[in-house]
């Protein structure tokens, strides 16, 4: 019997969609030239509706180096699983139940789901109530619990330290701060380690809550030194220390009553009040998971698919494919879910920023 394969794409897209999927049918079919696969379109919402598509081999080719997702994607917060499918219709099935109907209905052998954070918890859920579930670890974020490094990851560090690198001759030439913020949600990666490529000079994330008298101390001092500019990478969820006293709630509250659309322009303020030196600010947004996948991201997701695809066929599932010590493993999707993974402050590129005089605006 040819084995019949449910796939989708879930949450934010990024780079790399595409060829992980590639990764996992192309080895599939390798497998067993009947193979069926069958493409869920906007995520869950397509197995919620039995929206999708039957996929020939064709599909999966020239699609290498494709950004974005074939499939489409969508956000489905995991707390609405439990929701009616039909607003408002309390006599018909829940989103969960209509997910586990089109599965056996479509009589599928197993699912591959590729997202981030609110993808696992939900797959993990379909996992438990008894579907054949194999993931793949996607985000620009990097801040998946269970594996090393995400797809997506390394193809937006490319494009955000690009941005600095731009930033950079222009801030020379007028002898300006510029602002930088950087995507990554509640974690730090992709604001350090584009920040360490791109030479800022002072790095500010989410785990480390800085003091803006503090990060004035760290421009004084290259001020001192007669660097005309500096660079400050901020990502998008970084906090000051008064921010991150706050409670949750205070803290949505604090944001959602600010002039600003986000911590960047804050920053700018704030800094514009109490320097000589004119600050610019730089948001390049979702720019930075758009475009083509990295040769790097086009590697890993071809090796993450191809795990994928030996999963489904030595019938091991309830995992996530990831990516530990050079090595792909399968992490259990229960690890996996509701767990996020942040920046350790003992890891070694924070002691390195330190190290080359980086600032992370919490020094006193
Ligand atoms: O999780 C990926 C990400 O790009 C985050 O870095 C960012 O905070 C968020 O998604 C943006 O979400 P949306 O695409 O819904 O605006």
């Known amino acids: 019997m040819a084995l019949r394969v449910g796939m989708l794409t879930s949450g934010g897209d990024c780079q790399g969609l595409n060829p992980a999927m ?7 079919y390798e497998h067993a030239e009947d193979t069926q696969i069958i493409g869920f379109l906007n995520g869950y919402e397509g197995l919620m509706t039995g929206h999708s598509l039957k996929m020939r081999e064709s599909d999966f080719s020239g699609i290498l180096t494709r950004g974005g997702t074939i499939l489409g994607t969508s956000r489905q917060p995991f707390k609405s699983m439990n ?9 018909g099935p829940t989103k969960l139940e209509a997910m586990i109907d089109t599965y056996k209905t479509m009589s599928l052998d197993a699912l591959v789901i590729l997202g981030g954070n609110g993808t696992h918890k939900t797959a993990n859920l379909l996992h438990e109530n008894g579907l054949n579930v194999v993931t793949l670890p996607k985000t620009i974020d990097n801040d998946i619990w269970g594996t090393k490094r995400t797809f997506g990851y390394q193809s937006a560090i490319d494009i955000a330290t690009q941005v600095i690198d731009g930033i950079h001759t222009t801030a020379t030439s007028h002898g300006r701060v510029f602002i930088i913020e950087i995507m990554g949600h509640k974690v730090g990666w992709m604001t350090l380690e584009a920040g360490i490529a791109g030479g800022a000079d002072v790095i500010l994330i989410p785990e480390i809550p800085y003091d803006p008298l503090a990060l004035l101390k760290a421009l004084n001092r290259r001020d001192k030194k007669n660097k005309r500019f500096s660079i400050i990478a901020i990502a998008e969820g970084a906090k000051t220390k008064a921010e991150a006293a706050m409670s949750k709630a205070e803290y949505e509250e604090h944001r959602k009553n600010s002039r600003h659309p986000s911590v960047a322009y804050e920053l700018a303020e704030t800094l514009d009040a109490m320097m000589v030196q004119e600050v610019r600010c730089t948001v390049p947004g979702h720019f930075q998971r758009g475009g083509e996948p990295c040769p790097y991201d086009r590697v890993l997701t071809t090796r993450l698919g191809v795990a ?57």
């Not at 929701?83 to 006599?91: A, S």
């Not at 690890?335 to 996020?340: K, P, Q, S, T």
Request: hydrophobic share 45%; charged share 25%; net charge negative.
């Open 22 to 28: 590639r990764g996992v049918a192309k080895a599939l």
């Open 308 to 364: 994928a695809a030996n999963a489904i066929i030595n019938r091991e599932f309830g995992v996530m494919m990831a990516y530990i010590n050079d090595e792909i493993a399968h992490v259990p999707l229960a690890e996996v879910a509701g767990r996020l993974k942040y920046v350790p402050l003992d890891h070694d590129l924070i002691q390195v920023a330190r190290q080359t005089g980086i600032s992370f605006g919490d020094e006193v």
């Open 83 to 91: 929701d009616p499918l039909e607003e408002g219709r309390l006599d």
